[in-house]
Every structure is written in C-alpha cells, then in structure tokens.
Nanobody, 124 residues
C-alpha cells in the first residue's frame, strides 16, 4: 500500500509560480507522477518521474515551465510550476505506480495510488 498527501497549491497570478509537494509513505514505487483535472474535463497527465532513475517526462503543455523532482529517498515528490497560465488552473493530483504494467506512465491507468488533490488557480 502507498499513501500520498499533497500540499501546496493555491492562487497565483498569470506568470507567477507555485510549488506542489507530495509526501509518499508505504511500499516502494516504480514511478510517481502529477496529473490535473479542470472542471468538466478529463484528468490529464502533467509529468512523471521513474522510481529507479531520474528519468522524467512532461506533457507538451507544461514542458519548459514545470519541473518534477524528488528527494533521494523517494519519499517526497515536487512539482515546481513557473510561468503559470490561467489554463493551468485545475485540481492537481499526485499519483504512484507500484509496478510496471500495461500502460505507459503518461496514462492515468498506470497508477494505482492517488492523493486527495490540491487546487491550483491562476488568475489572468
């Protein structure tokens, strides 16, 4: 079992920055990622990082603006969000995959564990 708790988020102006944190406890993981869901939209991939390496992957919409990182013990996952845009407004979720499976880590079905979500609102 894996438990995830997100902190951070809040309100930021367009062009501003926010940092999200996710505390992981429980079993080791194959990868951890961030997803987001805006009202009326599907939950979409933002970024992931593999558990065994520091390989990262980003959605095109956030590439160059967001940075995913973790601590050495893989107990904390971070998402530094810079140059925020109003379209970045959403509930952001931390997710963990316990093993490599049938889905790529950019797909939400690859993840068995989810945090409760944290709201990010970017004002124009």
């Amino acid at each position: 079992q894996v438990q995830l708790v997100e902190t951070g988020g809040g309100l930021a102006p367009a062009g501003g920055s926010l940092r999200l944190s996710c505390a992981r406890s429980g079993s080791s993981v194959a990868a951890m990622g961030w997803f987001r869901q805006a009202p009326g939209k599907e939950r979409e991939f933002v970024a992931y990082m593999r558990g065994s390496s520091e390989t990262t992957y980003y959605a095109d919409s956030v590439k160059g603006r967001f940075t995913i990182s973790r601590d050495n013990a893989v107990t904390m996952l971070y998402l530094q969000m810079n140059s925020l845009k109003p379209e970045d407004s959403a509930v952001y979720y931390c997710a963990a995959a316990s093993a490599y499976g049938s889905y790529h880590f950019t797909h939400r079905l690859a993840y068995a564990y989810w945090g409760q979500g944290t709201q990010v609102t970017v004002s124009s």
